[in-house]
């Protein structure tokens, strides 16, 4: 998936208060270099770049982050030795998904690296249920009921050599999440060795 569709949620927009603490660090050092217009300049180029570093690494839809969880679940397994053409529906009751992100990008002016910013992000979901429709071994939509979300943000933003980190937790609050999620295309079902699956049970 290339980002989140309309009306869906992202990583980056229920952290979007510690994003925008990000962008504000940046615009500080901007604002401090506004009476020289030359440095003026650079750093209203600067500030426009990392919104878009910004935006490219964090803008992951959160259909692909429960897509990838439900995929793992131990119940699905089951249906991975049903002829092809049968289509089934796997209730999940409530339950909570942890999931880790730490991207990482380097800020360039003209091929020149001058800083660097270092995401450590944990996403808390939980789901009230989910009813996943299966068919070939893959999940091809889900409808979920309601969910909440929150976690860990921090970033270490670094410019020429200079470090300052954005540190805050978001409390789990209630997100809109569409009635019925669509998968396109499939997401496939990863095998689990039965070892792995009994040391889990």
Known sequence: ?????????????????????VLEAIDGRKSEEAGNLPRGIFWWMLSR??????????DIPLEEILGGAWTKLQA??????APPEEIFRELVGEHTIESRHEPHTEIEI???????????IVLRLEIR???????????????????????????????????HTVSRSTPLAQIDIPGAIPFDPPLPIPRIPDALRESAE
């Open 1 to 21: 998936m290339s980002g989140p569709r309309p009306g869906y949620e992202s990583l980056s927009r229920i952290f979007s208060a510690q994003v925008a603490e």
């Open 129 to 163: 249920a989910v009813e996943l429709k299966i068919q070939g071994g893959k999940i091809r939509q889900a409808a979920a009921g309601s969910c909440t979300a929150g976690g860990d943000f921090k970033c270490k933003i670094t410019l020429y050599g200079i470090a």
């Open 110 to 120: 003209d091929g020149w690296q001058i800083g660097s910013l270092e995401f450590e």
């Open 76 to 81: 699905l397994q089951a249906h991975l030795h």
């Open 49 to 58: 770049r990392v919104k878009k570093r910004v935006k490219k690494v964090l």
